[in-house]
């Protein structure tokens, strides 16, 4: 104790409002530590039940209004805001967790990824990287998964909240690469002509956002046609590369699809590394959930040439299950990802010890500075599941869709209305003799029985002029059973409703 | 039943791989309560433990060296895995749940938020909007934060990873807003004449870096000096506007700052509110935690005019000690913001019932399309301890900070460094007669020892060429003790050096 230091501390005074020694920490750790165990248990059991009890249900207009309230200013006992979270809002989930789910492309979640976010949240760390373990969980994670997609150890990564993040921060590394000036400074009405991006017209609607974001604009995509298996057209993309370059205009780079969302169709990916690498252009691949085939040994086949692009974007609470929301980027080339993000700022430069004794190394790989501990989710679940279960989960999968797939072709009343290569079916009902907007109608009249008499939740796409009712098997719940269900659920109505009547439906 | 589908049915056949009918749910759920309660057990009293337990320390080579495992292939059991979590990662974490943890900007978490996270990873829903009630809860979440930072009802909020973020989606809106063309479209390309955009030299790396994001390039920032309270001057930035203005730029907008990440310092956010209305710029204040004053009644006044802003970024991470990552962006016109980001995709197109019976609207205000339920710790935390005594934390960490200051001020070894206005004390140690290089030496050397002798944690920044101990006070469990503690600790440490070597510390 410094005595000198004691005498100059008395006379400063502390000020004196009663909450000026209180925290956020509960008077009564062990009413707490009750109520805690109460939600796990409900949890587990919501889980172990998901079968009976996360299914979509339309919400309660007494749900909603439940939710248009005034700002509390004052504490309420937990207990009773769990109880509000037990009336109003467990029931009425999207519905992801159920076996029968298979709208949009959704994960189904796990009670291990589940207990992790709440291990995550205790130890709240904030994982901007430093001296703290953090950092080096996330790395491993990173490791992984470029041995998985066979990605080379040179290769660096980030973890993020999902593939539209993803697919955000690999464009961002393929603009400023290959911009003609140093983008970061001069942005691009520093360029001289410009700057143009090939995607397919299957493409997700996250890469023309980024596009947009980035300030490069919709006008520079070239949307290029797709062949009958929905895979971009090669020659058609070489012929608009060849027109911009005789144009004047810089070709950049070009978006490959491992899994379109319509239909999960593959671009040719090979091709496309080799067009991408004889062009000088970056391949960003968007694998959100397609890439993550590599892990089923059966049919890594069917992404192969993935492993050659310069970026992926792809999801992990999509087809790995973990908790929403969590991606992941991978990157060839650790110095061009870097060079596009790393600033330095004073108050979190590099000491000699301590904690800035490393640095702080994640925003060199993105746009976050804080952020959470998401890796922890990551490697608790692929330590604990193993990457082969997921191998067998994913294959499952596909498995399903081309079963499904063979229950709708051997339906005369069923039409399959694009190939089921990986894991989405997409078909309608077609008694015949109806015009293409007949059926649209009567389809989407199936498909909002099918989910609003609680029988499953398929979602739906247009593929041309037809609407289509759209699985998506990223559901590790799902089971055969599941499967006929679905499709006596499709006939059940269509049958019920009697011949359609034309006019009705228009 | 169908019989007709039925007797399909049994014509396909299902594969037969083991896997098929395995899902990833546990075959004991049992023994996973089991090992749930401990996990609840232990996080809690780690919580509870935080002043013993939660301090930062270096790491050693065996843990970091665990982080460099091939990939697991195999299932390993769920309690080995949480064996090797107790024994690897929770021991090294960044420290900020620590009383006295005040580095950078760090919010302490709460066991309230920590079991919220585990609620919502175990429902697990996807908040992209459609008929679910998450969307509800983040409304109402915005709502709150509307109110509680005067912005008008008609404004629009998205809840994202944090003020990074924040920020970028704040300035997108901001820069399309403000090009002269279709920037969505033609990108910044198509702009005839450069956007040019306003911030204070003490502006937060992660703006800079939002306006490299997006196209507009570094070159195209006019940094503006800040008078001796670390405040934008307002005369400089009038006249830099008119440069531009008159050398035939488009001037965009201006960043405002409510907490400078350096000393806390807030412009003055009614003159720049008053200097863009009069110009038609835009403003978006960078109130990352510095806008939460607005919470605590008795320092209100000190961010007034945030509520005239534009748009405005804030975390919910720091200030509010929500779990990581959670921030908020606010932007006053909601057409504005939803023209800048919404985007139709055939696959999440409205029907006339069901799930799609209502818009998938998240992604209609930022980048994701996919997104966790991030809404419920807010809202959760917000019941439990209502706003009032977020207010109180706030207030009570400006308070200490005060205090802070004074002890400084009244030691003559010890000197301030910055006007300690908000939660945010610059100091150093100073006995006199040491050029500014050694006296940054000996702080540094200082600020490393209160880390790794366990003492407390602030971090460092350079303000002008003067190294200063920084402490950044966002912990609600930070008490008089420690703030007098460390204090001592300094003083301890400088004196057991002795009357520093001049030489040495070159």
Known sequence: MNRNTRTVLNDQEYPTASYLEETMDPDNWDALRQLAHRMVDDMLEYLEDARKVSHWKQIPAEAKSFFKRPIPRQPVAVEEVYQDFREFILPYPFGNTHPRFWGWVAGTGTPIGMLAEMLTAGMNTNNVGFEQIAFHVERQVIEWFKELLGFPASASGLLL??????????????????????LRRTGLQGEPAPLIFY?????????FKAIEFLGIGSAAV??????????VDVDALRQAIQVDRTAGRTPGGVIGNAGTVNTGAIDPLEQLADLCRDEGLWLHVDGAFG???????????????????????????????????????????????????????????????????????????????????????????????????YGHMIAKNIHQARYLADLIESDRHLELLAPAELNIVCFRYNPGGMTDNQLNKLNENILIQLQERGIAVPSHTKLGDRLAIRIAITNHRTKQADLEAVIEGVLGIAGAAGTPDAKALE
């Open 222 to 231: 070239r949307v290029i046609p797709v062949t009958e298996q929905y895979r």
């Open 199 to 207: 995607a397919s017209a299957e493409t997700h609607s996250s890469v």
């Open 161 to 182: 909240s999902g593939s539209s993040m993803g697919n955000l921060i690999g464009l961002t590394v393929a603009r400023n690469t290959q911009a003609t000036t140093d």
């Open 291 to 389: 890439a993550l085939a590599a892990l089923a040994h059966e049919f890594q086949h069917l992404v192969q040439g993935l492993e050659r692009s310069d970026s992926i974007a792809f999801s992990l609470h999509k087809w790995m299950h973990m908790p929403y929301g969590l991606g992941c980027v991978l990157v060839r080339d650790e110095e061009l990802h870097r060079n596009t993000f790393a600033l330095t700022h004073d108050y979190t430069s590099r000491l000699g010890g301590g904690v800035a004794s490393v640095h702080a190394e994640a925003s060199d790989y993105g746009i976050e500075l804080s952020r959470g501990f998401s890796a922890l989710k990551a490697w608790m679940s692929l330590r604990a599941y193993g990457a082969d279960t």
